[in-house]
């Protein structure tokens, strides 16, 4: 079955960064389209970025510029390296894959001081 398991956050400074992972299992990763997606206390998740199985990547304007998504399709795995963190940045970041709506269970990210 699908499976997607996040990896990665914790607590960071203002200006830090982290990388986020997501290994992927279950279905053949390299030909699907992945996504990152984040969601802050008492606000709807919403789109991080995209990578499709091509490499063709897409941002949120949030965060163009300061986050990079890519994937290892040797590892089965998909990336968000995180730059430049905002205390606006603070959210749960999800793993999605979009065929079949497959979410991982989240990985908590926090930027403060």
């Known amino acids: 079955q699908v499976q997607l398991v996040e990896s990665g956050g914790g607590l960071v400074e203002p200006g830090g960064s982290l990388r986020l992972s997501c290994a992927a299992s279950g279905f053949t990763f390299s030909s699907n389209t992945m996504s990152w997606h984040r969601q802050a206390p008492g606000k709807q998740r919403e789109l991080v970025a995209s990578?499709?199985?091509?490499?063709?990547?897409n941002y949120a304007d949030s965060v163009k510029g300061r986050f990079t998504i890519s994937r290892d399709n040797a590892k089965n795995t998909v990336y968000l390296q995180m730059n430049s963190l905002k205390p606006e940045d603070t959210a749960v970041y999800y793993c999605?894959?979009?065929?079949?709506?497959?979410w991982g269970q989240g990985t908590q990210v926090t930027i403060s001081s």
């Open positions: 990578i499709t199985g091509y490499g063709y990547t």
């Open positions: 999605r894959r979009t065929v079949g709506n497959y």
